[in-house]
């Protein structure tokens, strides 16, 4: 088998066949030894039907329907466990990622790279707040994280064989993929490209909490640098302490009408509440991913593979 293609689906059934009616010519023309391996959770629409109705077509078409919807993170690294290809293309059905790339990316493949990275230069379609909170998550991220993410890039890539075996060797249960691609390692290569708006649906995600919560997957699994600013923030308050402390007394030596009254309090303790409760929820983040891997539950529960060898 020399690729596979990876594609996440849930309430898909109006992408589907569009995404197939274009891929199917560009795989043609790559290579005839492909699989192309669709990760269903379970929905409510009839995208289960559209995929096996394609499945009884091409038998190179392979449906993985989980026990329950596991989200879109887990059913990629669950395509990404079953899949056999030499090269392994993860990509969104809703044709945002468009398949003309794919012949490119299999081409710096070829070349010796192991992971190819098309990188956006335009997000067509995407509301401005998603492309604000995108674009500041990734220079954060890169800021303090202890690996290096290609900024502009999302899920849609080109893995090496040995670098889907890595990444599904790591016990990590976030499934942060553009996080755990950076932890492997290997040679990297970028395709700039503009990215065309959804074809058809509305996002199964919200696109603010979404795109926050991959944010916050980035920082908090692959750097503590929040715990060493939420530190350096309880010297700094406890400096200002000392600070005002020094003031009062010397309102107080040298006889000086102290004006602060009551708002100053407020301030002070709501700004002291503030830190705190920042501070705690830093920690809670930690420790609620540590209980997350702790508990070492399935990524995923395949209800039903059609396509696979046992």
């Known amino acids: 088998m020399l690729l596979s293609l990876v594609v996440p689906v849930y309430r898909e059934e109006k992408n589907v066949p569009e995404f197939l009616r274009r891929v199917r ?13 669709f990760a269903l959770d379970p929905s409510p629409d009839r995208t289960e039907e559209v995929i096996l109705a394609a499945r009884a077509e091409d038998p190179r078409v392979k449906l993985l329907r989980f026990s329950r919807r596991f989200g879109q993170p887990m059913a990629t690294l669950a395509g990404l466990q079953y899949s056999a290809g030499e090269a392994v293309v993860v990509m969104d059905v809703d044709l945002q990622d468009p ?10 493949w070829r070349e010796g790279f192991d992971v190819v990275l098309p990188q956006r230069r335009q997000r067509t379609g995407e509301p401005w707040v998603k492309r604000l909170v995108a674009a500041t998550g990734y220079k954060v991220i890169n800021k303090i994280a ?4 290609p900024p502009n890039t999302g899920d849609f890539r080109l893995i090496s064989r040995r670098v889907a075996t ?18 492997v390692g290997f ?3 970028l395709i700039p ?13 919200n696109r603010f909490l979404g795109s926050m919560r991959i944010g916050f ?51 002070l303790i709501s700004f002291l509440g503030g830190i705190q409760l920042i501070s705690v929820g830093i920690l809670g983040e930690y420790i609620g991913r540590i209980y997350e891997e702790v508990r070492a539950r399935p990524k995923f529960i395949v209800e039903r593979a059609e396509g696979f060898r046992e």
């Open 25 to 37: 010519p560009i795989l043609g023309a790559i290579t005839e030894d492909y699989e192309l391996i």
């Open 146 to 149: 202890d690996v290096r993410i």
């Open 193 to 205: 490209f503009d990215r065309p708006a959804r074809f058809a649906g509305e996002t199964n995600y």
């Open 187 to 189: 040679r990297q290569a």
């Open 166 to 183: 890595e990444v599904t060797r790591l016990k990590e249960t976030h499934g942060f993929l553009r996080g755990m691609v950076a932890v």
């Open 99 to 108: 398949p003309e790339l794919l012949g490119e990316m299999v081409a710096k």
């Open 217 to 267: 997957n980035g920082i908090f699994c692959f750097s503590a640098y929040a715990l060493s600013l939420s530190t350096w923030l309880g010297f700094l308050v406890s400096a200002g302490a000392f600070l005002l402390m020094g003031i009062y007394l010397l309102y107080k030596l040298m006889g000086w009408p102290i004006a602060w009254g009551n708002p100053t309090l407020v301030i």
